[in-house]
């Protein structure tokens, strides 16, 4: 119930309180004047047959009382008066109670909707919420499998570039192995001028050991080396080695003199500066 319901309905409950406490007081004036009314007549009735002289005072008074009489029943007409306008506004006031009742309906009415609004636009919060949370788990695993490519194009890009690198270095190889092998060329060219049968020595060279060593000492002037193997790991004249510093390539050159524990070579042909520690490796060239 709201606040206006209550307050009519006190007001119509003081009003009421009123309308019987008026009627009470007229009903009890009413009959105050009855009996006092019937006290007289039954006092005027004992002194006409008493006293003639005393029965016109007793009419006078009679006629007083029906004066006091008729003005009381003006007094009760306007108290019916007053009665039937305070039952007016008690009808107004119930009519207005019923009208707040119907509002109040009304409001409980929108309340329900309201409620059932509410009810279903919490029901689509929820569906909102679940969807977030599955678009969130999605985004997840796609920020995952990006994850995972990006490592797998990382990989594939270091890949591409060690594939590049080798290339380059194949590469580079192949031109250094061509000019290994223009100067091989110039070399037969040259032991020919000589008498010198490049086929005796080629087969003189096919039978190289594989022998691994060290350069120990770097002659530019000369154009030799020393190496740290010799005559006791199998090392013989016209012996090649080729000239390694990790994986590329420096140079390739040929024993002329040997000892036991080393021996010395000529630089036949270099990518580079000969340097001391650089790796040294039998190898057939021709």
Known sequence: MTSWAKVLTVIAFVLSLVFAGMSA????????????????QRQHADDKAADAKKLETKEGQIND??????LLTTKVAERDKDIATLKGQIDKLTSDLADVK???DKEQAQVTIVTATNAELTKRYDEFVAANDKLRAENKDLIAKLSA???TTRKLQVAVTELEKLRDSLQTQLAQAKDTIALNEEVFAELS????????VIAGLQNVPPIDGLVIAVLPDTHTVALNVGSKQGVRK????????????????NVFDVEEKRCAAQIITSSGPVKVGDAAQTRLHF
Request: avoid cysteine; proline fraction near 2%.
């Open 65 to 70: 009382l029906t004066a006091v009489r008729d």
């Open 149 to 151: 490519e990006q490592d």
């Open 102 to 104: 119907l509002n109040l």
């Open 25 to 40: 007081v007229v009903y009890a004036k009413r009959q105050a004047y009855k009996k006092m009314y019937e006290m007289e």
């Open 238 to 253: 016209n012996f090649n080695f080729t000239i390694f510093r990790g994986p590329d390539f420096i140079a390739k050159v």
């Open 193 to 200: 001028k000589h008498g010198i049968e490049a086929r005796t």
